[in-house]
C-alpha cells in the first residue's frame, strides 16, 4: 500500500505562484505514474498533470505554459509549479499514484484571488 502526503497549498493572488508538494511512502515500485489532478466546488475531479516513470508528461490544456510537473525518484516526490494563477484555478489538488490502481493524497486547497 503507498500513502500520500501532500503539502503546499494556500491563497494567492491572481498572477502569483505556488508549488506544490506530494512525498510518497510504503509499497512503492519502481514502474508508476505520479500527478496531480484538482476539484474546483460543484465540478468533477479533472486531471491537472502527470509524470510517469518513464519520463513522460502530460498536462491540462488549461494549465499548459504556467505549471510544471516535476518528480524526484529519490525521493519518491512529485511536484507542481503553478505560475501565473488565475482564480479558475482555486481547487482543491490532490496528489495520484498509480501502479494497477489508483491512490490518492488527502488534497490540499489552492485558493487565488481577484
Known amino acids: 500500500q503507498v500513502q500520500l502526503v501532500e503539502s503546499g497549498g494556500g491563497l494567492v493572488q491572481a498572477g502569483g505562484s505556488l508549488r506544490l508538494s506530494c512525498a510518497a511512502s510504503g509499497s512503492i515500485s519502481s514502474i508508476n505514474v505520479m500527478g496531480w489532478y484538482r476539484q474546483a466546488p460543484g465540478k468533477q475531479r479533472e486531471l491537472v498533470a502527470t509524470?510517469?516513470?518513464?519520463?513522460?508528461?502530460n498536462y491540462a490544456d488549461s494549465v499548459k505554459g504556467r505549471f510544471t510537473i516535476s518528480r524526484d525518484n529519490t525521493k519518491n516526490t512529485v511536484y507542481l509549479q503553478m505560475n501565473t494563477l488565475k482564480p479558475e484555478d482555486t481547487a482543491v489538488y490532490y496528489c495520484?499514484?498509480?501502479?494497477?490502481?489508483?491512490?490518492w493524497g488527502q488534497g490540499t486547497q489552492v485558493t487565488v484571488s481577484y
Open positions: 509524470f510517469t516513470s518513464a519520463g513522460i508528461t
Open positions: 495520484m499514484w498509480k501502479y494497477r490502481t489508483y491512490t
